[in-house]
């Protein structure tokens, strides 16, 4: 308002400058005060949202220090004392944001109310100059404005041109087009082979249980002539695992990879294949769906049971209590689900099979009338379920294989009273065959055109593998109950099958017509599967005998090795070294360091 | 265990009002306690009663009426300030900016467009009583009703002068904003307006660390800017200056005849007032003017159906505001980052969601995007429209003959008044120079406005 | 003067073409509100959290607009286990089950812990404290009865139109529920 600045006498004027320079400086201080609050307001206010007490490091570092000794009275205390002091303070952030607010408003007022003020007493009255040309002013102006709006509207255009080019979208434009991209998420597009290893580096390692097809044979081997654990000969090295687990090493490239747990703890580690240096370890812990109580599982089984796999990019391990993880060759955490905690009397020890990028997980568990088992094909890259088949079986051990048999990549399983084999793109029953009985845990092998099953202590089948539906009268090539094993797998070459029964007694057949031809007893338990290495038949007794045999239509003892410690899981055979795990270590048998070369 | 089930019926009573949700499955049995321990019972706050929204529109109603008494019969700045400074207070600090007329466009596009949504009688009258308003008399509501104005008004220190052609560019922004925070609030995916409000945080004292930053540049813009978000941005602004532009009355600096002195203009912080202007002499210049009036009502359609085209194309980046859609997509992406062991972060567990039932979320994407399809190219024409009606405005030539103020840029703050001689002589203030008409006539002028005609 | 009469005329036509106009937006509102007004409420709506959808992501402390957000834990005593192992109160594995700090789960000691009998233990919730992270919705969830759980509470929510943690909910739990009911309670099933 105009009428303040009309004073004008002298010592009024002054006062008037003396008021003047007040309200500055008071407009001064209220924005300096308001800069300091607001700023004080923003950064406390941001920083209690991000934080609270939990967050500290500091008490973080305390807590962690009283897991490693927990009756450390002081350090509770001291955490206690911290905890008071960072919840106060939290609350303080929050009080004083509170205050602040109102402090802020109460100086932006003071500012807005003294600036005028000041303002007032310095306003000159308006002393407009007499404008002319107001049509020409205004044309000018309506121009300027048009080309202005021009501007805008070309910024505005350029925008959406600019935001257009995002236009490409996973989601369809048409609601019909949906299915499909459910279908494509479901597998049937598959998952991104592009950087998956070539097949002929999967048959170079050793990347799942009983090797590259779970048909433990490898033709081009040599064992070292002489193996003695007591001064070294033979041995590359042999390192303690940390934690016990009865599932198989595998290997890939230069790294062997183990998982062990305990009724709490697991943990899967990886050890350089020619030095045995463990090369890292990870926990794996806080797995999304994983039971809270801990299960209880026998001795006999543990909960590590399951051997690992791994897709050539990535390893997989499962665990007694559905546990499965996923971590990167150098030991980077993938992904980890739990396909459910397993319903199983002995604790579950079915391993896990790769194929084309996915992970095949058979998932027997419970009784057949409860309808709980399943087989999934996993992404393997993201664990993402690509599609999964109910089994009408009930618990079962056995590992299931790929196979790519009559033609077609085949999922061989077996379980309850069944062989079922599935497509393995996208899970559809090819063909299933009756004659299983009891608590099936000798895992299927596919060799010389056959596929390989054993019903437990009752009967080894020979199938073909090229039917459809139920099978069980048409496909069977042969059958013997001749000393059929109850835990271990068979093995062949093509030519003959070998069988070694956990009583110890090892027989040979003939793939053709399932003829016996010979039987020996090794006289000792055997709790692992035997495996072929060019030529020769490896058997590792419980006790920890190496024994090998010739792979022949005879019997002939070739050479036995102690190795000392109990072993259960079945050797990896890769680049002339053996791997063996014990309940204790892993032992790798072959040339020292520096030889270990594996072929790509 | 009598003692239990009555606790359980009292429980059950005060829980009537909830839908079952289903006990989850309890793994520890409930105790039978031994003791005599009652169990609590749950505590249910009220939320605010109902009448009191009803209390808000009465409190709506009066202060529109009073602010048309205080802008078009008391002409008293004053009173508006005083009036601004309640409407603060109330809608302001004490209501926290939420019931609000800016943002209850949004609730009545979406009950349009969308019969399941369940618009309240509160928010239906908010939104369109002002606008009623603005019908008859301008722009009362934000002169003094707004908070958001009010805000702005009462921190304005010293007026900056915003270009007048910057000012008429500027200006198209409301209107893209509003038909932005319309379409996302008739495709049911978004409430723009309400999201990057940045007073609303203020009236607050909290809210996003970004929104308040904003709402404090702006405070801090409004000391030298006048009403910056309303005039550049407020989308309910927008539709009141369309409103105030056919308003029955309007207002009118001078109370009787214009001097031609200035000061009005010189007054005005935000640009509205107009100074007079000749109709154009010259047959020349009027006919380039028509001919540039002709050919901007010939690009009008063009530059709406560009606008649609191109809308059009931004359906797929537009949805993607819609939070089914987002999660969608990231859900179908093949190249999805696989979510880490044990780490739950609120992404990941949104992708498992989508997991568990994706088609029921793939349907809720796809309709949405349906949506977008025709809501895109419905945007984009409007941008267009917008473009074209606002160049064509800015080529009609307006005849005046006195200082008055833009219809649709008047505000009504009344600071004006004062600064008009022939209102200070009205006022008494100032003595009436001898050439001019008694004071009794120009009282008697004064007492009929509005509107005042000139004598 | 004479500059103004001679615009008589186009004002004339100008004023008729506004009052044309003011004539349809008149209209306009009033077909608006025929048509809403059939389908608007007098009642209100609030927004509320469904503790079925709830996945305890953790966002309502930090979402919400209100500095200590309006999202508080609540506890449905009838489906309490009052087990002395809480785990919506107790860390995983804790040192002692006793109040120490080191213990307790929640970031502001907002859980009470009492005895009751043996082996009981009751657990309340001081909701000046508690600033709705659900870290003991989580473990009571994921591991106990689920007799904790998050919900709105509506003497501290402002009503947002907009609601901010149901934008970035991962659940998709938050919606509008009648005013007149505005609590999702979890309750047991009839027993």
């Given at each position: 308002?105009?009428a ?72 509770k205390q ?30 932006l ?30 044309a ?34 048409r609601?019909q ?7 494509k ?52 090295w ?5 934690l016990?687990?009865?599932g ?8 062997v ?7 709490t703890?697991?943990?899967v ?8 240096a ?14 809270a ?82 087989l ?32 077609k ?26 004659g ?6 000798p895992?299927?092998?596919f ?85 072929l ?19 022949a ?15 259960l ?32 | ?5 009555h ?28 003791s ?13 009663a109902?009448?009191?929204q ?12 009073l602010a048309?008494?205080?802008?078009l ?14 409407s ?16 209850s ?7 349009l ?5 369940a ?11 002002p ?7 301008g ?34 922004l ?5 038909g ?61 200056r ?9 207002v009118?600096?001078?109370p ?139 080529s ?12 649709g ?47 | ?14 004023q ?5 106009l ?32 709830c ?31 809480c ?37 309340t ?21 689920g ?45």
């Open positions: 308002m105009p303040a600045a009309r004073t004008t006498s002298p010592a009024s004027a002054a006062s008037t400058a003396v008021l003047h320079r007040a309200l500055v400086n008071v407009v001064v201080m209220a924005s300096l005060f308001c800069v300091i609050v607001g700023s004080a307001f923003l950064i406390r206010y941001w920083r209690a949202k991000a934080e609270d007490p939990l967050k500290s490091p500091q008490a973080i570092a305390l807590k962690d220090r009283l897991r490693n000794e927990p009756r450390n009275e002081q350090l001291q955490i206690r004392e911290l905890d008071l002091a960072l919840r106060r303070q939290y609350f303080r952030h929050l009080a004083f944001s509170h205050t602040g607010g109102w402090l802020l408003v109460g100086g007022a003071v500012l807005i109310l003294s600036g005028r003020q000041a303002a007032r007493l310095r306003a000159q009255p308006p002393l407009p100059a007499l404008k002319t040309d107001a049509e020409k002013r205004a000018r102006t309506a121009a300027l404005a048009r080309w202005a709006v021009a501007g805008v509207a070309l910024a505005t255009g350029a925008g959406f041109l600019a935001l257009s080019l995002s236009a490409k979208s996973t989601l369809p434009d609601p087009d949906l299915a499909k991209s459910l279908a998420l479901s597998g049937e597009g598959g998952p991104d082979l592009a950087d998956l290893p070539k097949p002929a580096e999967f048959r170079a390692n050793w990347p799942r249980f009983l090797g590259p097809d779970g048909n433990a044979c490898v033709t081009n081997f040599t064992l070292p002539t002489e193996i003695n654990l007591t001064n070294g000969t033979g041995v590359a042999k390192t303690a695992v940390p016990l687990g009865f198989s090493p595998i290997v890939w490239s230069n790294q990879f183990l998982s062990g747990a305990t009724m703890n697991r943990a580690f990886c050890f350089d294949a020619a030095t045995g463990l090369v890292w370890q990870r926990p794996v812990t806080n797995v999304p769906g994983s039971p109580q801990p299960l209880e599982i026998p001795d006999s089984t543990g909960y590590a049971a399951p051997t690992m796999a791994t897709d050539g990019r990535r390893v997989f391990a499962w665990f007694g209590n559905g546990d499965l993880a996923a971590f990167t060759l150098a030991g980077a955490p993938v992904w980890a689900k739990s396909l459910g905690v397993p319903k199983n009397m002995y604790g579950h020890a079915t391993s896990l099979a790769c194929w084309q990028g996915r992970l095949i997980v058979q998932f027997d568990q419970g009784e057949p009338e409860e309808g709980k088992s399943r999934y094909a996993l992404d393997s890259a993201s664990g993402r379920v690509l599609w999964q088949k109910s089994r009408p079986v009930g618990a079962s051990w056995a590992t299931p294989i790929v196979a790519d048999a009559a033609g990549p085949q999922i061989i399983t077996l379980g309850g009273k069944w062989v079922i084999a599935y497509a393995a793109k996208d899970g559809t029953e090819l063909w299933r065959f009756q299983l009985n009891g608590e099936v845990t895992s299927p092998i060799a010389a055109g056959l596929v390989f099953v054993i019903s437990p202590s009752d009967q080894l089948f020979a199938i073909r593998p090229d039917g459809f539906g139920d099978v069980t009268k048409t496909h069977q090539a042969w059958a013997s109950d001749e000393n059929v094993p109850d835990i271990t797998s068979p093995v062949s070459d093509g030519e003959l099958v070998f069988t070694a029964a956990s009583s110890g007694l090892a027989t040979c057949f003939d793939t053709k017509d399932g003829k016996k031809l010979w039987e020996q007893d090794l006289e000792s338990e055997i709790n692992a599967s035997p495996v290495a060019a030529g020769r038949l490896i058997v590792i007794t419980k006790k920890g005998t190496l024994i090998v045999a010739a792979a239509r005879e019997f002939k003892l070739i050479a036995k090795a102690e190795l000392r410690e109990n072993v899981a079945s050797p990896a055979l890769v680049a002339n070294h053996l791997f063996v795990r014990t309940t204790k270590s892993l032992i790798c048998l072959g040339a020292k360091a520096g030889t270990l070369e594996v072929k790509r | 265990m009598k003692r239990r089930a606790t359980f019926l009292v429980g059950l009573w005060t829980w009537l009002a909830a839908a079952g949700v289903a006990g989850a499955e309890q793994r520890f049995p409930p105790p039978d306690f031994e005599g321990y009652q169990l609590p019972v749950t505590q249910t706050p009220a939320p605010r109902e009448w009191l009803y209390f808000d529109v009465l409190v709506l109603l009066i202060a529109l009426g048309c008494h205080l802008i019969r008391k002409r008293s700045r004053a009173g508006v300030v005083g009036l601004s400074l309640f603060l207070l109330y809608f302001g600090f004490y209501r926290e900016g939420c019931i609000c007329a800016i943002g466009v949004q609730n009545v596009a979406l009950a467009f969308d019969r399941s949504y618009l309240p009688v509160t928010v239906l009258v908010f939104c369109l009583v606008i009623v308003f603005s019908l008859v008399v722009r009362a509501f934000c002169a003094a009703v707004c908070p958001h104005g009010a805000l702005q008004d009462l921190v304005l220190l010293k007026p900056v002068k915003v270009p007048a052609w910057l000012e008429h560019a500027l200006g198209v409301p209107y893209l904003y509003l932005a925070g319309v379409m996302f609030a008739a495709t049911g995916s978004a409430f723009l307006i309400c999201r990057y409000d940045p007073f609303v945080p203020l009236f607050r004292l909290s809210g996003s660390v970004l929104m308040l930053t904003t709402g404090a540049a702006f405070v801090v813009l409004g000391m030298f800017v006048g009403r910056p978000y309303c005039r550049f941005v407020c989308p309910y602004g927008a539709l009141l369309l409103g105030a532009l056919v308003a029955r009355w309007r009118r600096v001078t009787d005849f214009c001097t031609q002195c200035q000061l009005c203009e010189h007054s005005c912080p935000f640009g509205a007032m107009r100074e007079p202007t000749a109709p154009a002499a010259n047959p020349a210049a009027q006919s380039a003017d028509r001919r540039r009036l002709g050919w901007l009502l010939l690009l009008l359609p063009v530059l709406i159906a560009a606008g649609a085209w191109l809308g059009g194309k931004l359906s797929v980046p537009l949805s993607r505001l819609d939070p089914n859609v987002a999660l969608a997509e990231k859900f179908l992406d093949p190249r999805k980052a696989a979510p880490l062991p044990g780490v739950q972060t609120p992404q990941s567990l949104a992708l498992g969601r989508a997991e568990d039932n994706p088609k029921e979320l793939l349907a809720a994407a796809a309709a949405a995007r349906q949506k977008f399809a025709a809501a895109s190219w419905l945007f984009g024409g409007w941008v267009g429209l917008v473009i074209g009606v606002k160049l064509i405005g800015l009609l030539r307006v005849a005046r003959t006195d200082f008055e103020p833009d219809r840029a008047c505000f009504g703050c009344a600071r004006c008044f004062s600064f008009c001689p022939n209102e200070r002589v009205r006022l008494g203030l100032q003595p009436a120079p001898a050439n001019l008409p008694a004071p009794a006539a120009v009282a008697a002028t004064a007492a009929s406005v509005p509107p005042a005609k000139p004598a | 003067m004479a500059a103004g009469l001679s615009q008589e005329e186009p004002v004339n036509r100008r008729f073409l506004r009052g044309g003011r004539v349809a937006a008149m209209t306009g509102v009033g077909a608006l509100v025929g048509a809403l007004a059939g389908r608007s409420a007098t009642d209100g709506t609030v927004w509320q959290i469904d503790p079925a959808r996945l305890r992501c953790g966002q309502c402390a930090t979402e919400c607009v209100l500095e200590q957000s309006a999202v508080k834990c609540v506890h449905t005593h009838a489906i309490c286990g009052y087990c002395e192992l785990t919506g109160y107790f860390v995983p594995d804790p040192n002692a089950l006793n109040t120490g700090a080191e213990n307790q789960l929640c970031p502001t000691a907002a859980i009470r812990r009492k005895y009751v009998e043996d082996p009981y233990y009751e657990y919730i001081d909701e000046n404290l508690c600033i709705g992270c659900g870290k003991c919705v989580e473990g009571c969830n994921r591991f106990g009865n007799s904790l759980y998050l919900q709105i509470r509506h003497d501290r929510c402002l009503n947002c139109n907009e609601c901010s943690i149901a934008r970035v909910c991962p659940g998709d739990a938050i919606h509008r529920v009648p005013a007149r009911h505005p609590y999702l309670l979890k309750t047991t099933v009839s027993h």
